[in-house]
C-alpha cells in the first residue's frame, strides 16, 4: 500500500467512525427501549431476534444500520434473498409474500442463528443474478433482520421483537425518487409496492409490531 493509499484509507476509516457515531445516536428511543427490555428480560444464554418490516422508503435499512452502529449484533437484509430466476413464476408472485425467497432465508439464516460455531449463507447478488460468495457470520446473542418480508409467518415465532416502519405516501414517493429515480419509481409503484401491500394486508404485518414513524 502506498503512502497516498495508506492516508485515503485512514481518512476513510475516520468518516466511517464519524458515521457510526452518528448512527448511534440515531436510534429511537421507542426502539432502543424496546431491545434493551428484551436483552434484559431474556437470559444471558438466550438470542433476541429482531424483525424491521415496512414500507418502501420507510428507513428500514437506516434504521438496521443505526442499530448495528449501537449494538454488537448480526445484520441480515432480505434483500440478499431475492428470488432465483426458477422461482419467478405467476404462481409464486401470486403469494402474499411471495416476492422473497423465504424459505432458503429460514434454512440458511434462521435455522442457524444459535449455531455456535457460527454459519455460512449465500446472499443474492443482483449483479450476476445469482447466489452470490459465501458469507461466514459469528454466533450472537442479538440478531437484526431487516427489509420487507422479514415477518412473513412461514418464519414462525421467532422474534421478541417487531418493527413496522411506516410513513406518508408522499413522503414515501419523494424519498424513492430521490434515491432511485423516475424509472425505478414506476417499477415500485407498478410492481413492488402493491406486492408489498398485498402481504402486509393478508398477514396483518402492522399488527404484530410496534409501529415506527419515520415521516
Known amino acids: 500500500m502506498t503512502l497516498r493509499q495508506k492516508v485515503r484509507q485512514l481518512q476513510q476509516d475516520k468518516d466511517n467512525a464519524f458515521d457510526m457515531e452518528q448512527h448511534r445516536d440515531s436510534v429511537p428511543e421507542e426502539v432502543s427501549g424496546a431491545i434493551d427490555a428484551a436483552l434484559e428480560k431474556n437470559e444471558l444464554t438466550k438470542q433476541v431476534n429482531v424483525a424491521i418490516d415496512g414500507v418502501c422508503g420507510g428507513g428500514k435499512t437506516t434504521l438496521a444500520a443505526a442499530l448495528a452502529a449501537r449494538y454488537d449484533c448480526n445484520?441480515?437484509?432480505?434483500d440478499d434473498f431475492y428470488l432465483r430466476k426458477e422461482q419467478r413464476t405467476p404462481e409464486r408472485y401470486a403469494q402474499p409474500g411471495g416476492n422473497v425467497d423465504y424459505e432458503r432465508f429460514k434454512e440458511e439464516v434462521l435455522d442457524h442463528l444459535a449455531d455456535k460455531g457460527g454459519f455460512t449463507y449465500r446472499p443474492f447478488d443482483c449483479g450476476t443474478m445469482d447466489l452470490g460468495a459465501p458469507r461466514t457470520v459469528p454466533c450472537k446473542r442479538l440478531?437484526?433482520?431487516e427489509?420487507?418480508?422479514?415477518?412473513?409467518?412461514?418464519?414462525?415465532?421467532?422474534?421478541?421483537?417487531?418493527?413496522?416502519?411506516?410513513?406518508?405516501?408522499?413522503?414515501?414517493?419523494?424519498?424513492?425518487?430521490?434515491?432511485?429515480?423516475?424509472?425505478?419509481?414506476?417499477?415500485?409503484?407498478n410492481?413492488?409496492?402493491p406486492m408489498e401491500n398485498k402481504y402486509f394486508e393478508a398477514y396483518k404485518i402492522w399488527d404484530q409490531c410496534i409501529r415506527i414513524s419515520t415521516a
Open 143 to 145: 440478531n437484526i433482520i
Open 75 to 78: 445484520l441480515f437484509h432480505m
Open 191 to 193: 410492481e413492488w409496492i
Open 147 to 189: 427489509g420487507s418480508y422479514s415477518c412473513h409467518p412461514y418464519f414462525g415465532d421467532v422474534y421478541q421483537v417487531r418493527f413496522f416502519t411506516e410513513l406518508p405516501p408522499e413522503e414515501q414517493r419523494r424519498r424513492i425518487l430521490a434515491r432511485n429515480g423516475e424509472e425505478k419509481y414506476k417499477r415500485f409503484v
